[in-house]
């Protein structure tokens, strides 16, 4: 809950109309959640590896991945509208990491459309108020799309509503370790005292310090796999995780309204504290 | 294994059986983790139930550290330490979260040592990793959730979940190897 602005001096209507904000704000999104759903009980972040397109396109006998994962990106940008209207504040999706195994003109294909997704939904993504912030090792990456990320995420930095964070050839260790050297920089420089690193110190150096909130509440992996590969290795040490067996395809959102379900059944609790 | 939510709820006996079926069935490393520490807390009482199951599983009715009933059913001594046990101890480890990310900072501080531009994924690798991560992971608890398992050695392993580890029964267990078995890792894009 968010409080508004001071209108008066008088403390005690600053907290009434505080209240009264915040409760007309949960009745807005409580009328337009799904039957099932509480407002209260809603992760802030949302975490999403998206998994399963080529092995959607080898079940259904398609040859060209490209537009699976067209359509993917579709799936995706509705899961993100639903997270806006729901008032959800932060959404990791888990784009791609570059592998020494995987097949040079898969990710030069999935790249170019990555542009272009970039290019045609921005004016989409500033209506519904949407941040856009780019984690992982960008320096590989083709310098258009560099650019166009740049451009991106110039554009959508004043935006208030949800914060997207795109993780595009990111690793959990990867940034693990950035963190470490970034660490280590500051500390060989002395603004920084060995005394005084701890794990909150660590986590303000991950590319997720970004956000709000940087640790997913919920982590959400589609096509059946149960696994992190790689994503966020630190930042999931209290993430509650939900593993569909739908592909990306296939996650509909009856789907992820079943992961929020999901989510807001389990009691929370963070690791014993 | 990781033991979510059953911290507070540990039946060592569950927790001996699963070590000894890993043991029957070659798997060389077991870790063990419950993010309160209880397991470590109960570490002799763990081996003395590890021990118990051991000679049992050993054939070995003249243990010195057990003794008949009238049932029949041999149960250990009070004061037992390990012994037939050590072949069932041997790549056991028990963790807690002290052993997840504060353990893990405090390795990081070992690094500052080094030059920053030298730290990469594989110095980080050998100040903090393990001898292997683990390729698969149980959880048992009713919360699908890590509770502060140590966040490096997860990158690929593959994540189990079942609602309890009391009252586990060897063909669950199987099936949930079995499932692991099935899984295929698809690195890249």
């Keep these: ?53 080529r092995r959607w396109a080898n079940e259904k006998g398609f040859k060209e991945l490209l537009p699976n994962h067209r359509n993917g990106g579709r799936v995706i940008k509705e899961i993100v509208f639903l997270c806006c209207k729901w008032r959800i504040k932060v959404v990791s999706i888990f784009a791609f ?4 195994n995987a097949i040079f003109e898969q990710v030069d294909a999935l790249m170019c459309l990555f542009e272009e997704v970039m290019q045609n939904d921005l004016e989409e993504f500033m209506g519904y108020n949407v941040q856009i912030s780019f984690i992982g090792d960008k320096s590989k990456l083709p310098k258009s799309l560099q650019e166009l990320i740049a451009t991106v995420e110039n554009s959508t930095r004043g935006n208030m509503g949800l914060h997207l964070m795109i993780a595009i050839n990111y690793g959990g260790r990867y940034d693990v370790m950035q963190a470490s050297r970034s660490i280590a920089s500051k500390v060989k420089d002395g603004s920084l005292q060995v005394e005084d690193i701890n794990e909150t110190l660590f986590e303000k150096e991950l590319e997720t310090n970004c956000a709000e909130f940087p640790n997913p509440d919920l982590l959400i992996r589609t096509s059946g796999e149960q696994r992190i590969s790689n994503f966020y290795l630190w930042q999931l040490a209290n993430t509650e995780v939900f593993f569909s067996v739908k592909k990306l395809l296939d996650f509909e959102e009856e789907d992820f309204i079943e992961a929020l379900i999901s989510f807001q059944k389990r009691e929370r609790r963070y690791g014993g504290n | 294994m990781a033991f979510t939510n059953e911290s507070h709820n540990l039946d060592l006996n569950a927790v001996t059986d699963l070590i000894c079926w890993c043991k029957q069935l070659g798997i060389k490393y077991i870790t063990l983790y419950d993010d309160l520490g209880k397991l470590k807390g109960n570490q002799k009482d763990l081996f003395r139930c590890l021990d118990y199951k051991a000679s049992l599983l050993d054939g070995n009715n003249n243990h010195p550290l057990t003794k008949t009933n009238g049932n029949g059913y041999t149960r250990p001594r009070a004061n037992g330490t390990p012994s037939e046990s050590i072949n069932y101890i041997k790549g056991l480890t028990i963790l807690s979260k002290q052993e997840g990310r504060q353990k893990f900072v405090r390795d990081i501080k070992n690094l500052l040592t080094v030059e920053p531009d030298r730290i990469d994924i594989e110095l980080v690798q050998k100040h903090i990793g393990w001898t292997s991560d683990p390729e698969m992971l149980v959880t048992f608890g009713t919360k699908q959730c890590l509770f502060g398992f140590p966040p490096w050695q997860l990158r690929l392993t593959e994540i189990f979940s079942l609602p309890s580890h009391r009252n586990i029964t060897y063909k669950t267990f199987i099936d949930c190897l079995e499932k692991y078995s099935r899984t295929t890792q698809r690195l890249g894009a």
């Design chain 1, 1 to 53: 809950m968010c409080c508004s602005e001071s209108i008066a001096g008088d403390g005690r209507r600053e907290t009434f109309f505080a209240n009264e904000l915040s409760l007309v704000k949960a009745v807005q999104i409580q009328e337009t959640l799904p039957r099932g759903l509480k407002p209260e009980l809603l992760p802030n972040h949302i975490a999403i590896i998206l998994d399963g397109n």
């Design chain 1, 97 to 100: 990491w570059f592998d020494p």
